[in-house]
């Protein structure tokens, strides 16, 4: 039987903690009741569900509603809705850094058919928006600013309170993809709206939530029997719900452990992998994504010849479209250099010896390509 590669890609998605798999399983095969009945069942699975909103947004800042989704991608087109709020007030303007997952960016352009102008604003060589340019960007008529906590393809940290700052400044709202940062870094106090997933903090797929301030009117995305607030309608399940509960408590509870873990892992990616450039900020980022870069070698060749390993060479959800980075794009790096750049990214259940061993095989690999 074939050996199982070694996992570095927990940017796109993570393995399912045990502690979650067996808090799901009794919902899964015991607890069948529909936790939108009245019956005793029913009040059984509701009241599961509510201890799982309760564990996820203790991460979470204080004054907001949570909202169960099936993924952050229908959080972030829930989120999305506000903006026609601003619009009966004038405000048709939508701005999204040019360096967000395509979730924010195809939402927002989908936008341009609904009356709304969207501009895509740009960041720097290091990944990082300037605030001065943002600030003049922002204006009376912005409904919606976006910008991603942590970016999924780079691991930069954008100054998210700051820009938080400059959208409240001109009276827009301020929605934020939380999705790579949640669970990791301190979510920022005072956005609006934050799309979180519960498959990249070692919880299940087939669930995300929107956080919601208290005040923000949202219109139903997906309409039926009204749950979630009548706000998106479907029944919820709740053996993910509980899972995502269980995932968030273990990362509120391991914060310390896993980032020094985390941390002990990235410093020895850094040595193992000295000859290569880091794309994107050295400095504000989160260290458990490296994107990293090695001239004259082409990754598709790369990640065929290196199968023991399981990493990446961008976003998997744009793998598989053929398109270079928009990312690494935005950044200013040339159409060669995007072709030979990888993603690595660490997790709670890697070792020492996961990143030496994958290093020693992606680096005997790249050898044998520039011999």
Known sequence: ?????????????????????????????DNFGNPHSAHILGRKAAAAVEVAREQVGELLPKGGDLLFTGSATEAINLGFGASYAGQAAGRNKIIVLESEHAAVR???LSYTKRGFTVEMHPVGSDGIVSLDQLS??????????????????IGVIQPVEAITEL?????????????????????????DMAAISAH?????????????????A??????????????????????????FG????????????????????????????????????????????LNIRRE?????????????????????????????????????LEPAQIKSSIRLGFGRYNDLKDIEMASKFINEAVEAQLV
């Not at 001109?170 to 005072?190: F, S, T």
């Not at 607030?229 to 479907?234: A, N, Q």
């Not at 990754?299 to 199968?307: F, I, T």
């Open 200 to 216: 990249k903090i070692y919880g299940p797929k087939g669930i995300g939530a929107l956080w919601v301030r208290d005040g923000i």
């Open 136 to 153: 003049a960007a922002i204006d009376d008529k912005t409904a919606i600013v976006a910008a991603m906590l942590v970016n999924n393809e």
């Open 106 to 108: 195809d939402t927002a």
């Open 1 to 29: 039987m074939a050996k199982d590669p070694i996992y570095l890609d927990n940017q796109a998605t993570t393995p399912l903690a045990p502690e979650v798999f067996d808090v799901m399983v009794p919902w899964l095969r």
């Open 246 to 289: 269980r995932a968030a408590a273990l990362c509120q509870d391991r914060w310390d452990s896993d980032a020094a873990h985390i941390g002990a892992l990235a410093d020895k990616a850094m040595d193992c992998f000295a000859d290569w450039t880091v794309n994107g900020s050295t400095s504000h980022r989160y260290v458990g994504n």
């Open 218 to 243: 949202l219109p139903p995305l997906i309409h039926g029997g009204g749950q979630e607030r009548g706000i998106r309608s479907g029944t919820l399940s709740p053996a993910l719900c509980a899972g």
């Open 296 to 332: 004259g070698i082409d990754v598709a060749r790369l990640m065929s010849d290196v199968r023991s390993v399981a990493f990446s060479a961008g976003s998997a959800c744009a793998s598989g479209s053929g398109r270079p980075s928009h990312v690494l794009a935005a950044l200013g």
């Open 167 to 191: 959208a409240h400044r001109k009276g827009a709202l301020m929605l934020c993809d939380v999705v790579q940062g949640y669970g990791r870094v301190a979510i920022p106090e005072h956005i």
